[in-house]
């Protein structure tokens, strides 16, 4: 499944939910059951800088390469949900689809409008630190 395949997906699952709100609150539980990182990985080095609260976000490749794993933790439950259904959309995807591919799916699920500007801007700084790990990966 291509990156735009799976993020249509995504938009077309939560858009069963009519209610912008429990829309969202079902983001953020499923944001709660992603896995945990481990001890090892919360550490500055892993930190996204610009976010108000902690957010950790780890990258990796998988398939020779071929495509992008992510998995990030946050200690505030609304943003681990938003940024666990970013790592979700871009994991399994090619570096180069990480990289050109924007989330369209905060906008079209009205994610936007649930979240204060600030922590929208935090999570852009998720989707940079995304698409500098993919650019990374690309070079390897």
């Not at 481990?38 to 990796?60: I, K, N, Y």
């Not at 020779?64 to 979700?88: N, W």
Request: glycine fraction near 6%; charged fraction near 25%; include cysteine.
């Amino acid at each position: 499944m291509t990156l735009a395949e799976k993020q249509r997906e995504l938009i077309e699952d939560f858009s069963i939910i009519e209610d912008p709100v429990e829309r969202f609150s079902a983001i953020v539980d499923r944001g709660r059951r992603a896995p945990a990182l481990p001890d090892e990985a919360r550490t500055d080095a892993h930190l996204v800088p610009g976010c108000t609260s902690r957010v950790w976000l780890t990258g990796w490749a998988e398939n020779g390469g071929d495509s992008c794993q992510f998995r990030v933790e946050a200690d505030a439950p609304s943003v681990q949900g938003v940024a666990a259904l970013l790592c979700e959309l871009y994991s399994g995807a090619t570096p180069a689809e990480v990289i050109a591919i924007e989330p369209e799916c905060l906008t079209a699920l009205g994610i936007h409008r649930q979240l204060t500007l600030t922590r929208m801007r935090g999570l852009s700084q998720v989707r940079r630190r995304i698409r500098e790990i993919a650019e990374s990966l690309a070079n390897d």
